[in-house]
């Protein structure tokens, strides 16, 4: 019944994190295919793998800034990845049940912005060079990938959690995430598709049908960031005597009119958790 009632409460934040993760999957199938698809130009003129995945990478980590920055992902606070909804859950910034309800609209969301090429674009999204922008292990295998979307997904969320409660850099910090999506979409996508988002992965995999090594961005991103959340708590909490309820995370740097952003319980109770 709450979840219901948190649904008609908030369902208009919930549909901004399907657009936002939505449009994110429909910015990464155009751009692999402007820069992948042979039928294009820029796949015969530019020879270096790394150099496409770089034009990729500064596509994709511009559209993160525009995201987060944008009006409505300022109201939802732009999380776009389960496991940083997750994060901000166990940090107590977001109640169980907007947890639920963020989780399944990024599912959703990250879905139709990938089967809308299916639909209308099916021969350019299917061509093995673009392959519905899927994240599979590259060729090292599995525990590569692993430790990859490990490593990349805890390395963001602390990022996040330190610039985002920094006066100075709060104003900055989805700027350093785009930054941060380039670079890594450039040198670590030949390891593991470069993913660090459960929703993404699952978008491509449900209109693909490829599966292979899908638990390596549950399993990875998902432990990581809550791994890294943990020890930027215990940090924090003895910066601060204890106290958690200044603790900020927004991506854009501020609050906003954000709905679903909350402080729960007072610090004595955060100490216990």
Known sequence: MQLLITLQKNWRTYLI???ALGMFMVSASLFVILVEHPALPYRNLVESAVLRRLMIGLAMGVTA????????????GAHMNPAVTLT?????RISFQDTFWYILFQFMGGFLGVAIFKCFFFGYISYPAVNYVVTIPGP?????????????????????????????????????VGVFLTLA?????PLSGMSIN??????SALTSGEWQGWWIYFAGPV???LFGGYLYRFWYRKEHNGNCTTMRMHLSGYQHDCTTYEV??????LQKN
């Open 17 to 19: 994190e399907a657009w």
């Open 65 to 76: 800034i525009l995201l987060i920055y944008s009006k409505w992902g300022k109201r939802s």
């Open 88 to 92: 901000y859950h166990m940090l107590h």
């Open 140 to 176: 090292q295998g599995n525990w590569p990938a692993f430790a990859t979307e490990f490593l990349l997904s805890f390395i963001i969320i602390v990022m996040v959690l330190f610039s985002s409660n920094s006066k100075k850099l709060a104003p900055f910090t989805g700027y350093m």
């Open 185 to 189: 979409i450039t040198f670590t996508a």
């Open 198 to 203: 459960p929703a993404r992965t699952v978008a």
């Open 223 to 225: 432990s990581a960031m």
């Open 264 to 269: 729960l319980g007072p610090a004595k109770f």
